[in-house]
């Protein structure tokens, strides 16, 4: 699908165009690159703008009242061309109206000096009418147009003029920073900045990236974490950590720039609370990526629209933002216990989607998958090549408990060095990193509740406590194992 533009608009509308779908989330800006567009055909003029509470209107004055969608197609035929026609609300009409679906088709037939653009939300065309319209997507600008926005921006904004000036830098940090915004969000992070009262570079850029955080909270399917989670922090994973150091260059801004053999990603999985989650935010940090958080849970349930047009706007979200880390989270959701093959319809259909994407996609986005339910997996996504490599986290040895058991100790400000910490990690064989994290803090607990420092003792009493899912779940983890051992590189 082709991206709306100015000149693209120009083109297809001079090449004889007539009918134009545009699926757009910002409808102001679809109406002013319209408008530019009509002020560069020939003996256009403004377009006329209709909507279903206000009938027509051109230059923002009221021109003809016609609220009703067939009798204002009628009105557009009878018009003297060329004009230029943008319909805002038509997609709410079309669905159950078969006079609206043979107005437009016979619209098609009245002559090439008048063109209609109609604006929709969604992809909602109806298939009666795919063969009448050119679709085109208003898709997120691009950096050109948000360097564009702020040097607009600057010559209205003092503070921001003043904040360029003192440092040259300024400018590409903040597109770095509004990468991924579209322009009602980039006005938006503009009016934050000013009603932060911190008019410097720094608060610029800030608001800017708060006002990332916020558009991708409210897609409901995304989530931007904020994280600084080192790879020091992670216990064990010994294989993980040097794949990860040796990729770090490749993933670095030289590495980026020039687009050559850039990891894919990764997929990991494993036992449930063994580090999946926090080894994908170490990578974020280590490659200093922003991090997009994907929910496939939220994706397949529809809450936030179908999973197909959820799925396709999260890759664009990642791509506008890229270089970032994609965190897929349990990329299993939505594919039953039956398997895979036998769900047909919508598992398969996305998981499709998901890898023609992970196979074509050009922009640096780091795909990291995580997944519980291993033996769910369709074939197609561990199949060689689709993803760099797929590592197995199991259940952590001696010696990663030990690590954990510092990390855990160290964090709540204990120093490890007083406690036995070989025989705590000999005491918590089938701990999962969670599980002694949890141990931990329970002993933390214990002795704040009678006033005195934590003792070995409570380490250990708490560790006696804990039964921990290893032996619950013995049969399935001993099953994940066998699974995992032949299709996966141990973490
Ligand atoms: N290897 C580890 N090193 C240090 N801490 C760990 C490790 N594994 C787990 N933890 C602790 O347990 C918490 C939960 O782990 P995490 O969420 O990463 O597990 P997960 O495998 O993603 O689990 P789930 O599948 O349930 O989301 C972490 O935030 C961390 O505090």
Same mark, same amino acid.
């Given at each position: ?23 757009? +989330? ?63 609300? $038509? ?87 509004? &990468?991924?915004?579209? $322009? ?37 399917? %995304? @989530? ?7 790879? +020091?922090?992670?216990?064990? %994973?010994?294989?993980?950590? &040097? ?11 030289? +590495?980026?720039?020039?687009? @050559? ?6 997929? %990991? ?175 933390? $607990? @214990? ?12 380490? %250990? ?14 049969? &399935? ?15």
């Amino acid at each position: 699908m082709e991206n709306l533009t100015v000149t693209g608009l120009v083109r297809l509308i001079g090449a004889g165009a007539t009918m134009i779908y545009v699926k757009t +989330g910002n409808e102001r800006h679809t109406e002013q690159i319209v408008s530019q567009a009509a002020g560069r055909l020939r003996g256009v003029g403004a377009p006329y703008v209709w909507t279903c509470t206000g009938g027509f209107s051109r230059n923002g004055e009221v021109v003809e009242g016609i609220t009703d969608p067939v009798a204002s197609l009628d009105y557009a035929v009878a018009q003297e061309g060329p004009l230029l026609f943008l319909f805002k609300d $038509f997609p709410w009409f079309w669905g159950d109206n078969p006079y609206l679906i043979r107005a437009l088709k016979e619209f098609a037939l009245c002559g090439k000096a008048k063109a209609i653009i109609v604006i929709g939300q969604d992809e909602g065309l109806p298939p009666t009418l795919r063969e009448e319209f050119v679709v085109l997507h208003q898709g997120l600008p691009s950096m050109d147009e948000i360097r564009a926005f702020f040097a607009q921006a600057a010559a209205r904004d003092v503070h921001l003029a003043k904040a360029c000036r003192e440092r040259p830098g300024l400018m590409d940090d903040l597109v770095v920073a509004a &990468q991924g915004l579209d $322009f009602t969000d980039l006005e938006r992070g503009m009016r934050t900045a000013r009603a932060s009262g911190e008019t410097g570079g720094d608060g610029f850029v800030r608001a800017m990236f708060e006002t990332k955080q916020a558009s991708i909270r409210t897609s409901g399917i %995304m @989530e931007y974490v904020v994280n600084d989670v080192t790879p +020091g922090q992670v216990g064990g %994973m010994e294989n993980l950590k &040097q794949w990860l150091a040796r990729r770090e260059q490749a993933f670095s801004l030289e +590495g980026i720039s020039s687009g @050559e053999n850039l990891p894919k990603g990764v997929l %990991m999985m494993g036992i449930a609370g063994c580090g999946k989650s926090l080894f994908v935010k170490a990578i974020a940090a280590t490659w200093r990526l922003p991090l997009i958080r994907l929910d496939m849970a939220s994706v397949y349930d529809g809450t936030f629209g179908s999973p197909e047009s959820s799925l396709r706007k999260a890759f664009r979200t990642a791509e506008a933002m890229a270089p970032c880390v994609l965190w897929i989270d349990e990329i299993e959701s939505g594919i039953s216990t039956q398997g895979f093959k036998a769900e047909g319809g919508a598992a398969s259909r996305i998981l499709g989607s998901f890898l023609t994407w992970m196979q074509e996609k050009r922009a640096p986005v780091f795909v990291a998958a995580t997944a519980n339910a291993i033996e769910m997996l369709p074939a197609e996504i561990i199949r060689k090549g689709r993803f760099d490599e797929i590592f197995y986290i199991g259940l952590p040895d001696a010696k990663a408990r030990e690590e954990i058991f510092r990390i855990h100790l160290a964090r709540r400000r204990v120093a490890p060095e007083t406690f036995d910490v070989p025989l705590l990690a000999g005491s918590t064989k089938g701990f999962s990193g969670t599980e002694i994290e949890q141990a931990v803090l329970s002993a933390v $607990f @214990e002795a704040q509740a009678e006033g005195r420092s934590m003792t070995q003792q409570d380490l %250990m009493a708490a560790v006696s406590r804990t039964v921990p899912l290893s032996v619950t779940m013995a049969e &399935q983890i001993k099953k994940i194992e066998a699974w995992a051992f032949k299709r996966a590189v141990p973490a």
